[in-house]
């Protein structure tokens, strides 16, 4: 039995009617990804499969990004700080989502607890594009989005900081969703950076994430940040987008292209387009996120210090020296980031820095509303480029920098955000993304729905 | 003597409280095994967050409304990061008034015995660490233990001005705080270590000392007066005071520098992103000073209106148990308020201090039994024997077969005249102690104080 390029909604269906077994696809899927893990490096951790048929989702297994605690299942955030780290408890999403008959199929790779957006820095080695294995994924989710793109899983759960769960969608062809801020319950997730979060949902259609999406959002009263939002299907049918002009313009040549050419499409086929040349306060938004996040991150990540769990530390003279070293074991990019949330909070610059970042993002949020209103969405690509070949960003920050420009705004407006293919060049997708107001979920993703139908772009797909 | 300035910062457990302060743990932790009262929440791993207990919120506002505080409709809650093996996060949530924060209540007061006015700078909420244990003395110590069944109990604590001048003075602040948090349930009497407090004392106008962890009323006192002459002793030798911290040793009675100046904290605080505001409405204010009741003021008023008198009113003031039995009684038989007074200001009290009771019984009844036949209960032990029946909620009947004077004295001359030979020869003392005895085996001890009464008389009639 081959299910490549089986949707979620299509194994359930075929379940249900009785031409495939749950038994058939968990085995389908695990020794599938057995065989690839090997080379795309998507799965950190991989069980075998044992769950029950039963539920909403049959007993599917599904995967989960590593940063997300499984109860028994060991959760590294891909980190030799958490290398053996067992939870003992479940996130709210995972015992959501065994509620409703799933499992959990293995742990995906990820950036070292979620900063990075490449998929490179991982302390269990890059994942690997699985369109082209030379080239990057995108992160930081980057194993969830390996694992769907090259059919080692029906779905997966990712995060999304500052793009993490999009920007692997965007280069791996997949539909990567990330919810409002708090639709769903964050308890669980490793916590990166707490305000811009949000656990997210990497799937091969548009229809698949918003089954996941239904299953595992709403309040929790773990999460004090969480909310209800309304899942009731939105009646749209020609849906009226405005596109930020200056959005496209960062992008490159090819990006752009196929991103303009998208809009012909949409608009032929009765999508209102409007344009808007610039979101004035572009330029501030990358400083505001990542000023937030670091200083977030810093004091988040003071917790590792070897004592309850992860690497033991052999002989140390002090407790002071005993937490350096257990502190050693965190990679670059996390230690680059807890040093600059260190000085970031530190007397004197809490001010200048700090405080001016959270009154940059309430500004952002108020632009954005003011832009949005009367529109259904904003659509704008979600990567400037194309993946790059392994190891190529560490030696270019500007593309770095590229990387993370487009994707953070719906996280410091708690906006959701959804992006699907949207054009092809050579063995690559490129990504748009749909943006709309914090709890109007479902209308993002009935305007992605639309989209998807209208644009085509994977036409090998299965629905 | 040159003038000193003490000021305190006290740290009080809500022990009222049935969970600690952002989980679901219980709040009583004494005596458990180690460990064992903990949750993924109180030990800070990994994916946890915090949920706020709404009614430590209501606790913590009774306590500054009775210290006259002024609450802020929006306080916020912060971290502040240090590292140190008994906090498990390496950040405590706690509220802090500056960066934009607000604490729970601000600008209180409280008058001590001598009419001084010390005032109150501010109050807040935040999470007790666990705890090290050190096998034998922490210098020579093989190894550091930690119990996490304290983390997360939730404190309030209540920062005053530095206005006490002498170690006394301070030492009634911490008596009379003691018995406002009586006044409102939280009896730190019963709960070994749930009252702590940090000194800061300044000689002569010099830097300001700070003694981390001092417990109870005396001990604030006594390391007072062990920093009073220790920078005394410095000043008069020319020596400065360093602005430092120490520690309070309470075996040996005295201070210990415990961190230098270079570890001057730097707590780098920021606000903790997973827990919304506080808010306090008119409507909770209402609702908690009706819980409240009076202050010890506002009972000694009465008391004293009464025509108790001073010393008698303000021991009974002091304890809202002893007042609310005076209330009762006075309600049930107006006539047994001052005899009612003296049993609750000696006798009762005692009986509490001894047997450690924490309530008396809602009945008076049987203490109005008690108090009606008083007169003729024969000694002081019975009375106390009665009263601690009642405390136990035993059922207290009192049925002598008492004895007329009149009568009496027939009898005694009966019984004189039948042993007249016994006692003839005898000394006075003998023959009086030969006659109690058949006195008493006859009308039973409980009449006891009318026999030795009336057998006084006859004997000194018959001389």
Known sequence: ?463 | MEEIKVGLEVHVQLVTLKTKLFCSCSSDYRGKPPNTNICPVCTGLPGSMPTLNKKAVEEALKVALMLNAQPYETSYFFRKTYFYPDLPKNFQITQYDKAGGYPLAHDGYLKLSNGKTVRIERIHLEEDPGRIYYEGSRATARYSLIDYNRSGIALIEIVTAPDMSSPEEARDFVERLTTILSDVGINVKDYEGSLRVDVNVSYAGGERVEVKNVTGAASVEKAIIYEMFRQKTMYEKGIKVVRETRAWDEKRRITIASRGKEFEAEYRYMPEPDLPPVTITESLIKKVKEEIGGSQEDRYRELINDGINEELAKKISSDKNLFNVYEKIKFYEPSLKQLAANVLANEISYLIKRYSIKTLPEDVSGLAEILQNYRIIPDHESVVAYLKKWIDGEKVKISFKTVSAENIQNDIMQIISENYEKIRNLEYNKKFEFLMGILIKKFGKENKKVLVEELTKVLNKIK
């Open chain 1, 1 to 463: 039995m081959n299910l490549e390029g089986y949707t979620l909604q299509l194994i359930l269906r075929e379940i249900e009617n009785g031409s495939l077994s749950p038994e058939d696809v968990n085995e389908f899927y695990y020794k599938r990804s057995v065989e690839l893990n090997s080379v795309l490096n998507a799965y950190i951790t991989l069980l075998e499969p044992r769950s029950r048929a039963e539920g909403d989702l049959k007993g599917i297994a599904i995967a989960i990004k590593d940063n997300i605690s499984t109860k028994g299942i060991r959760t590294t955030c891909a980190s030799k700080m958490l290398e053996n780290y067992v939870p003992p408890y479940d996130a709210t999403a995972v015992s959501s989502l065994k509620k409703h008959g799933g499992s959990v199929l293995g742990k995906t790779n990820m950036d070292e607890f979620a900063m990075g957006s490449s998929g490179e820095n991982s302390a269990f080695g890059p994942t690997r594009n699985p369109l082209n294995k030379e080239y990057v994924t995108g992160g930081s989710s980057s194993g969830s989005a390996a694992a769907v793109a090259a059919d080692m899983a029906p779905i997966a759960l990712g995060s999304d900081t500052g793009g993490s769960v999009r920007a692997p969608a965007s280069f791996t062809g997949i539909v990567g969703f990330k919810p409002s801020y708090g639709a769903i319950s964050r308890y669980g997730l490793i916590a990166y950076a707490n305000s811009l979060e949000v656990i997210g949902i990497l799937g091969k259609s548009v229809e698949d994430v918003k089954i996941l999406f239904k299953m595992i959002a709403g309040k929790d009263p773990m999460d004090s940040t969480s909310i209800n939002v309304d899942l009731k299907e939105k009646n749209i049918s020609k849906p009226n987008i405005l596109v930020i002009k200056s959005f496209v313009e960062l992008s490159s040549e090819e990006v752009k292209k196929e991103f303009y050419n998208s809009i012909g499409k949409l608009e032929s086929a009765g999508f209102g387009i409007s344009y808007v040349d610039k979101f004035s306060l572009t330029d501030y938004m990358l400083s505001s996120y990542y000023t937030i996040a670091c200083a977030e991150a810093s004091t988040n990540l003071s917790r590792y210090d070897g004592i309850r769990y992860g690497p033991k530390v052999e002989s140390a003279s002090n407790w002071r020296d005993y937490i350096s070293k257990a502190r050693s074991f965190f990679g670059p990019e996390v230690k680059a980031r807890i040093m600059m949330g260190t000085f970031i909070l530190s007397a004197g610059y809490y001010e200048t820095y700090y405080l001016r970042a959270l009154q940059l993002r309430k500004m952002i949020k108020q632009e954005f509303e003011k832009i949005i209103s009367g529109y259904d969405a904003v659509y704008v690509p979600t990567m400037p480029v194309l993946p790059w070949k392994i190891g190529k960003a560490i030696e270019d920050p500007k593309i770095a920098y590229a990387a993370d420009v487009l994707t953070v705004l719906p996280n410091l407006t708690g906006s959701p955000a959804i992006s699907i293919p949207v054009g092809k060049v050579r063995e690559f997708f490129v990504g748009g993304q749909f943006i709309g107001l914090r709890a109007e979920d479902m209308k993002v993703l009935k305007v992605a729905a639309i989209a998807e139908n209208v644009l085509q772009v994977k036409k090998n797909g299965r629905n």
